[in-house]
Structure formats: C-alpha cells, structure tokens
C-alpha cells in the first residue's frame, strides 16, 4: 500500500468523524516520519461504537470485510487487493483502551499515552506511540521485517526492545 493511498483513506474517514489510530509497519514508520519499506497493509485501530460507520465509508470506497476474527480483529480488502487490518477499542474514561484477543480473558491493553501522533509523507497522523509499538511486536517469533523495524526504533528513539 502507497503512503498516498494510506492517506486518503486516513482523509476520508476523518472526514467521516471516525478515530482511528495506524499501527503496524505503517505505524512504525509514521513514528519515524518516513516510509522505510514497502507495507501490505493498513493497521488500524478503531473506536469500537464507531465501527458502523468506519464500515461504511470503507465500503464506500469499495472495501468488504474478507477476515473476521471478532472480537480481537477483522480485514476488508478493496480494490486492488488492499488489505486493512481492523482492531476495535473500547476506551476508558481515563483514555486507555482495551482490544480483545482470541484469548479469552486477556484483552491487550493501551495505556492513554499509547495514542500519539506521527507523519506519512510530511502529513500528522494519529498512531501508536513508540512504547505501544515494542509491546505489541513481543510474544512472537520475530520476521525479518518486524527486527528491522525494531533495530529502527531503537536507533532513532533509544527504546529498549525484545530483539
């Protein structure tokens, strides 16, 4: 997915008056303020009462769900085979979220300090903060991919990582 078309589907959901926060490879890369590789998809994380409406402006845009893993997660992919990968929040009145997993019971948990904002291709975009992005890249056996983008927040922000 091109950061141009990360952004206008960023754009139209805001202009929906949906809140959605990018994680993954792209939120790794906003936190860095440059694209460093090539990404499949789109991770976001989004207000779960609002996911009615995020549904419908991405289908709008020719997007169908094609994955669901509910509650933890779901993908819609749309035209030309892009995929994004959706995980629903629910917030606490204090701003922290919790997202379920497939572990019953274990829900993943977003401190509030969690929800920054980074920039793709020179434009702000709210993301995962630094902190978040090393929480959620641990408990896994690691690709190639998630070390680099490990190794590139390291050096750029001297956070400690699992690998």
Not at 4 to 33: F, H, K, P, Q, S
Not at 48 to 75: C, I, K, S
Not at 128 to 155: A, K, N, W
Request: hydrophobic letters at 35%.
């Amino acid at each position: 997915m091109e950061s141009e078309t990360a952004l206008a589907l960023l754009a139209a959901i805001r202009e929906a008056r949906v809140d959605v926060w990018v994680g993954g490879g792209w939120g790794i890369d906003a936190l860095l303020g440059e694209q460093t590789r090539p990404h499949r998809d789109l991770d976001l994380m989004h207000r779960a009462e609002q996911e009615p409406r995020l549904l419908d402006v991405l289908a709008g845009l020719g997007y169908a769900e094609t994955l669901d893993w509910r509650p933890a997660r779901f993908v819609v992919t749309g035209p030309e085979g892009r995929e994004i990968d959706l995980h629903p929040l629910r917030f606490n009145e204090d701003g922290s979220a919790e997202q379920s997993s497939l572990e019953e019971g274990k829900p993943f948990r977003y401190p509030a300090s969690a929800f920054v904002t980074g920039s793709i291709a020179g434009e702000t975009v709210p993301c995962l903060s630094v902190e978040q992005q090393v929480e959620f890249h641990q408990g896994y056996e690691p690709t190639g991919r998630d070390r680099d983008d490990m190794r590139r927040l390291r050096e750029a922000f001297g956070v400690a990582t699992h690998f």
